[in-house]
């Protein structure tokens, strides 16, 4: 009974649930969650500029970030990013576009300290998330015992008594005779899977989510800086893998999944600075993002073959859906010493818990429920904290350095449901621990001119899971990677 203990749950949570759709609990992370990104200096300093400002990307953190500026900007930036070696066929580095914007400073003709100093209105674009991601893992703790074939056997019986198939369900077990990959002959005893000794897992996921925001900011008396951004986002989506197991008995059993996922979606920015002493540079930011509100169209495809030959396939057309991210708060601290020193301090909080999906033509209202209930049941509060400082030996040259702690929104012994009527082919799942980014970077200013270089390394381990088995432990895996990049640019 250890194997089915889960399963008696998700039949009581999917039970209602239709086989149209295949975004689940899991994938809501994916596409909240973001990357430090954005100019050359931003990431450097590791994007804690909340409330020092004078960056054009600091639009996509904090927007009263921009009316620190009094001339006008343009930046180009670019990378290549690193994340080991490639798998199914693709490349483990690629060439990345980063950022590109341009801010308008317009000087108010005030005497200085009174009144409306600067009106700056800035448009930028930049990579919010780049999916880039690549895993070659051999599945541990196995024990002659555990197998994903037993997790699906499951979902067979469940739904050969409930006379609904979803996708990864109907391709393991044809409900016509009742003949297909895993099953005992003889009905009366149900569908059931073989022990395995070893198995094999790849993937490969890669795309991004691109942002513009458009920014206004203005300066009151050098003393409190406002500003508001209308962010746009695009998601471009791409994840394969592929599953070997060997059973005890010597069968070799191969899973391949294909899943694509496309968005576009809009929120709101709203921060302010204050500078509380007077004839200090000492400043207080705040802000505060609305969820992103997403229209997202899936499909997902899948192949299965035992001891190399083809038994079944699956797929499932694009299907439309909304999905909301969460709210976003921050707090930032940021000082300066003479011309020649900066340091800056921020923290973040976003509730994972607070995720959610919602149909879009009233039918599939039960499985968006019970995906919004797995949230829930998922993920927490995630908290952020970002550190950066910056020294100028001489005028135009800058030394940089900035780290980030990301805390995991996992809850502890989170786990993938699959209900058995879902179009959902995939078993596999990680519960993602902290993130660590440590970044330096270099700046120089040549008249209106300046180039800037940095470096990021993140590192993040996580408990995988090739399937869902009661009493199965996790494979440790990592998703570590590096960024170098380059941003020009030019004031006037």
Not at 1 to 16: D, E, P, S, W
Not at 292 to 316: C, E, F, H, K, P
Request: net charge negative; hydrophobic share 35%.
């Amino acid at each position: 009974m250890k194997r089915i203990n889960k399963y008696l749950l998700f039949t009581v949570l999917m039970g209602a649930a239709s086989a149209t759709y295949a975004q689940d609990h899991y994938d809501a992370y994916n596409f909240a969650n973001g990357d430090l990104n954005g100019t050359a200096r931003f990431v450097s300093m590791g994007g804690a500029i909340g409330a020092l400002g004078g960056d054009i990307s600091v639009m996509s953190t904090n927007p009263a970030g921009t009316g620190m500026y009094r001339r006008s900007d343009a930046a180009l930036s670019f990378s290549g990013v690193f994340a080991g070696d490639g798998a199914r066929g693709h490349d483990g580095a690629r060439m990345s576009f980063d950022q590109g914007g341009v801010l308008i400073s317009f000087d108010m003709d005030n005497p200085v300290g009174e009144g409306l100093q600067f009106v700056n209105f800035g448009v930028n674009y930049q990579k919010k998330r780049n999916f880039l991601f690549n895993q070659k893992t051999n599945v541990g703790f196995l024990d002659d015992y555990y197998s994903q074939t037993y997790q699906i056997a499951n979902l067979c019986n469940y739904a050969y008594e409930n006379k609904y198939w979803g996708t990864i369900a109907d391709m393991s077990a044809t409900k016509e005779d009742v003949h297909g990959t895993i099953l005992n002959e003889e009905v009366d005893y149900g569908y059931d899977g073989f022990p395995a000794s070893s198995a094999y897992f790849e993937k490969a996921t890669h795309g991004s989510n691109s942002q513009a925001d458009v920014n206004i900011s203005f300066n009151l008396s050098d003393k409190f800086f406002f500003g508001a951004s209308v962010g746009v986002y695009d998601i471009d989506y791409t994840r394969e893998s592929f599953y070997q197991e060997t059973g005890t008995d010597g069968a070799i059993y191969d899973f391949s999944n294909y899943y694509k996922t496309e968005g576009d979606g809009f929120d709101v920015k709203l921060g302010f600075i204050i500078r509380p002493i007077e004839d200090s540079s000492f400043r207080i930011g705040a802000y505060v993002h609305t969820p992103i509100w997403y229209r997202m169209t899936d499909a997902n495809s899948a192949i299965l073959y035992l001891n190399d030959q083809y038994v079944s396939s699956g797929s499932n057309s694009e299907y439309d859906y909304r999905y909301r991210t969460p709210w976003k708060f921050g707090v930032s601290l940021g000082h300066t010493i003479g011309q020649n020193f900066a340091i800056g301090a921020e923290y973040e909080f976003q509730d994972f818990a607070s995720m959610h999906y919602s149909e879009i033509d009233d039918i599939y209202s039960d499985y968006f429920r019970n995906q919004n209930d797995l949230i829930k049941k998922t993920y927490r509060g995630q908290h952020t904290l970002k550190v950066g400082a910056e020294y100028k030996p001489i005028e135009e040259l800058s030394f940089r350095v900035g780290y980030n702690f990301v805390s995991s929104p996992f809850k502890k012994d989170a786990f993938r449901i699959i209900g058995y009527d879902s179009a959902y082919t995939e078993t596999d799942y990680t519960n993602w621990g902290n993130i660590n980014r440590f970044t330096v970077g270099l700046g120089y200013r040549y008249k209106s001119g300046y180039a800037d270089i940095a470096w990021q390394y993140q590192a993040q381990k996580g408990d995988f899971y090739a399937f869902d088995n009661e009493g199965l432990k996790p494979t440790k895996i990592n998703a570590n990677r590096s960024q170098l990049m380059a941003t020009l640019g030019f004031r006037f």
